[in-house]
């Protein structure tokens, strides 16, 4: 892979102008977004902010933090907000200067995307099949002072997590190697047991070499605000802090984040719907020669089809019933036979499965046997 421009899910604008949709009729499958949100509190406090847009957002973001620090019982120093996870990913890749950045694939394409453009040299790892599980062994074995290790838990595009107690020990191996690691917890919000999960104790430890970056994008629905936040020692966030665009995180995003944060309503409510759909959507497809599905612990799935050409004519298909998914050849170690699909509301999850089948029995005799 080069330095061509990542490629995403949620490229909703782009369909809904080629289909001559409006945004409504789109039922997006292709972006890992809480059917949930936005949260009514986070809607109504985004009314009331509109009068202040006249003015420079808070470049301290302190309200924000304060909310963040507070919620994970952490100082504020500790804390970075940024304009997504991918700002604080390009920002720790920026500030580390790593000699290498080990990226354990396949994995979000940003990660790369931030290396090449800090002209870093980039080592690609494998997670094992089928669990996708993280060598470390090979890390710590191969990795060296000034190397940098980027990984997610949960894992995307899988939907896997691996608990703290699996992941502690090469973290302190690693950082007694001298080498940093970068671990994403984008989905974590989406877990039931997120102390059980988060590595945010080690991000806290001097020294450690442990930064752990979050996304709120997600959680709370606000793609089109942008807001994201890291945790790490307080020295490194001090460094990040001087690298950084100083307005890069709007007003609305930090009132968003701060009043969402807050919601333990939407929060219960989110952790509700998605074990209720989680296993609504594992009853409803099943098993099949078709394809496989791999198990998911939060609120998006991957799955494999038979080959790549009924994975390729199916999205095409899905696509024109105004239906988006997120094929998967651009992840290194999947290919076109992959998706990743968004686990969204009873009624797209069904319409979702139902077009599927439908395509199948309407083309399926045109299309390869399996």
């Known amino acids: 892979m080069d330095g061509k421009p990542a490629v995403h899910g949620g490229q909703i604008h782009r369909a809904a102008r080629d289909l001559g949709l409006p945004l409504t009729h789109i039922l997006d499958f292709s972006a890992n977004i809480n059917p949930l949100g936005p949260p009514e509190t986070v809607r109504r406090a985004l009314v009331q902010a509109l009068d202040d847009i006249c003015f420079y957002p808070d470049a301290t973001q302190a309200e924000a933090k304060c909310v963040i620090a507070d919620r994970y ?51 690609s790892v494998s997670l094992a099949s089928p669990d996708f599980t993280a060598p470390w062994d090979r890390l710590i074995e191969e990795a060296r002072p000034g190397d940098c290790v980027i990984w997610n838990n949960p894992h995307n595009p899988s939907g896997r997590h691996v608990r703290r107690s699996g992941f502690a020990a090469p973290l302190q191996a690693l950082a007694e190697r001298g080498v940093a690691v970068l671990i994403d917890e984008s989905f974590m919000d989406f877990l039931p047991d997120e102390a059980e999960n988060t590595a945010v104790s080690e991000a806290l430890q001097p020294g450690s070499g442990v930064v752990v970056v979050r996304s709120l994008t997600k959680f709370l629905a606000i793609p089109g605000l942008r807001l994201g936040y890291a945790i790490a020692d307080r020295s490194w966030v001090e460094h990040l802090d001087r690298v950084r665009d ?69 999205s095409q298909a899905l696509f024109h019933r105004g239906i988006l998914v997120r094929l998967c050849q651009d992840f290194s170690g999947l290919g076109l036979a992959y998706w990743r699909v968004a686990i969204r509301s009873q009624a797209e999850n069904d319409a979702f499965h139902s077009a599927v089948q439908e395509i199948l029995q309407e083309e399926g005799e045109r299309w390869p046997k399996v």
């Open 73 to 123: 019982q952490v100082p504020e120093a500790n804390v970075l907000i940024s304009n997504g996870a991918t700002e604080a990913i390009d920002l720790v890749l920026r500030a580390w200067n790593p000699t290498r950045v080990w990226i354990l694939e396949p994995a979000f394409s940003e990660y790369r995307a931030a290396a090449l453009r800090n002209r870093l040299a980039v080592v």
């Open 246 to 314: 100083r307005w890069s995180v709007s007003h609305l995003a930090q009132v968003a984040g701060a009043v969402g944060l807050q919601d333990q309503a939407f929060r219960d409510d989110t952790a509700n719907w998605l074990r209720r759909e989680q296993q609504r959507v594992d009853a409803v497809w099943g098993p099949s020669a078709l394809y496989q599905r791999h198990p998911t612990s939060v609120n998006f799935f991957l799955m494999r089809w038979a080959d790549d050409e009924r994975s390729r004519l199916l």
